[in-house]
């Protein structure tokens, strides 16, 4: 059975919230470890507890990166796509005979769904490439080892 756009928003949304989970315990952590009596400073040399203080920042920065990709994924359309790519659309290219396919979100570059169906972010360079693309035409995708084409097969 193919995935819907429907369901692999819905993974996709499940993937955030997993990250958010662990995100949030990890900013708990260092929080605890900020505030334990052990971390308080022995000697004026001694920046266990600020060294944990930074860390909780960090971790705290990540949780709100995390929600408001929560929400942008949430809010994430499933209806049909236009003729063009653009964000919620599945695309399907023919990179050197090799059918891939791709799911344009704004969260969870690098996560593959269900189908084998790679996120990819407007940012990376694949998302770069298709954005504003239409089938039949060919994406160069800008890469550290120079330039590869993929074509564009399907748009769903």
Excluded at 2 to 11: I, Q, V
Excluded at 66 to 94: F, H, I, Q, W, Y
Aim: hydrophobic share 45%; no cysteine; proline share 4%.
């Amino acid at each position: 059975m193919k995935a819907t756009r429907s369901d692999l928003r819905r993974e996709l949304l499940a993937a955030a919230e997993a990250a958010l989970a662990t995100a949030r315990a990890a900013h708990a952590a260092a929080v605890e470890g900020a505030t334990h009596s052990e971390a308080k400073a022995e000697n004026d040399k001694d920046t266990r507890g600020l060294e944990q203080s930074y860390l909780a920042r960090g971790h705290a920065a990540r949780v709100e990166e995390l929600e408001a990709a929560l929400l942008t994924v949430a809010g994430l359309s499933v209806a049909k796509p236009g003729p063009r790519v653009a964000l919620g659309a599945v695309v399907t290219v023919d990179d050197d005979g090799a059918t891939t396919r791709y799911y344009l979100a704004p969260w969870g570059g690098g996560v593959t769904l269900a189908g084998g169906i790679a996120v990819v972010t407007p940012t990376a360079p694949i998302g770069r490439a298709l954005v504003g693309k239409a089938v039949g035409d060919v994406a160069e995708v800008h890469r550290p080892g120079g330039i590869r084409e993929i074509e564009i097969v399907a748009i769903d």
